[in-house]
């Protein structure tokens, strides 16, 4: 009885490889994973009525971002205001901060005009949904 043969090097390379290749695939789904910056399993947009908090805190001009209700809303005249879905339409990452009027997705690098909901850069190429938004007694009121 003969012992059999032990695997050719070159086949033991090419398992490492292959092996290696997938942990490397997992590490890069890992790094694009949007689970920690996702909206979860929520709607992108209010589906009733949500009190946001005063008015006065959303400068004339400027734009302020309700992170925990995935809302940014913008006054561009006093009195005026507008509101869109804080979630990146690219992959549902909820935008992380306003730099000089562009919401930032941190998963991806998407910028959206907080003004109008336009994309300014991509990967996304779907604006942000509109959320009606009110002054109500001195608060704000979105859905």
């Not at 890069?28 to 947009?45: D, M, V």
């Not at 879905?85 to 992380?96: R, Y």
């Not at 991806?108 to 907080?114: A, L």
């Amino acid at each position: 009885m003969s012992a059999s043969p032990s695997p050719a090097r070159r086949t033991v390379l090419r398992g490492a490889a292959a092996l290696a290749g997938a942990a490397g695939a997992g590490a890069a789904l890992a790094a694009c994973s949007t689970e920690t910056n996702s909206g979860g399993n929520t709607p992108a947009t209010p589906t009733a009525p949500v009190e946001l908090g005063a008015a006065a805190e959303v400068p004339v001009g400027g734009a302020k971002l309700y992170r925990e209700r995935k809302l940014v809303v913008s006054c561009p005249a006093a009195g005026e205001y507008k509101a869109f879905s804080a979630q990146c339409t690219h992959a549902g990452c909820v935008l992380d901060k306003i730099v000089e009027g562009e919401g930032n997705c941190p998963c991806h690098g998407s910028r959206f005009d907080v003004s109008t909901g336009k994309v300014l850069k991509g990967p996304a190429t779907d604006p942000l949904p509109a959320v009606p938004v009110r002054a109500e007694n001195g608060k704000l009121i979105a859905g």
